[in-house]
DNA sequence: ATTAATGCAAACACTTTGCAATGGA
DNA sequence: TCCATTGCAAAGTGTTTGCATTAAT
């Protein structure tokens, strides 16, 4: 479990359920994920405490935004540096660890101050893939 | 001008003007600065129409959705390969010309079919970065 | 006792939809 | 003429905000 006390925040039951969700937790869920999720063990869990909690987070470095889905946004618990597949047909987003060499040459830089990069790969995953060649067209 | 006649649509005023801004752009505009825009020459323009435009554009691979700022769509013309550069302030986007060697085993790739990929880096781009040295805080 | 966090509802921003009117082909 | 496209307004989605209440410290 995180430690959330120790950074001067309150340990309020709802912040705890929501951090015991995201721990280790590899799928990249959406706000309304999160909330649906952990209503169930505690009903009156308000989505707007969900983002509160995730922006809290977010700041902290707890946690990274992933935009990559236009339609919603997505949270990362995964601190280690990783990349993303994403399914284009399903929008399942899974992470690949493998680190590549991105050296950029002062030109390309454009005077730019670079913190960090992330790559993203596009296709099909193996169920999406599985139900096309089934599927009677 | 790209040639939008020959993919069998109506060639509207709308569309043309939609097409002509778009033409050679490197901005990386949002629905509603490209409908901003063109309002100016064309008052009657709907967003609607502005969001039609760019689903049948994108439709039909001459437009790329880029997925990178949660807050609101992008679009580029651009179609060459390129990876985009990311301000964190300002949130200008910049395309950036290089290939990488993103080559994956097979084990990372995780039974997914791959069809493409993208990179983004993150930093402060040079306006923001003077500002930033220049302000007194 | 303090003060931050919660929950609700209302407000927001962006995007999509329904549909009658319009105007390219 | 015909049917796709337009423009408007209304509806829809995801997210944020205001604020009184609650509860962690």
Known sequence: MMKYKE???K???????ILSYLEGNREHPSAEEIHRKVSRKFPTMSLATVYNTLET???QGRLTEITIDPDK????????????LICSKCKRIAD?????DLALTEEAIQG???TGS???FYGTCPDCRNKETGEVK
Do not use: C, M
């Open 112 to 114: 730019f101050e670079i």
């Open 11 to 17: 340990l309020t039951p709802q912040r705890l359920s």
């Open 7 to 9: 950074l001067g925040l």
């Open 118 to 120: 992330h790559v993203e």
């Open 73 to 84: 946004r997505h949270f990362d618990p995964n601190l280690e540096k990783h990349h993303h």
């Open 57 to 59: 987070l977010k700041r």
């Open 96 to 100: 690949i660890q493998v680190e590549f």
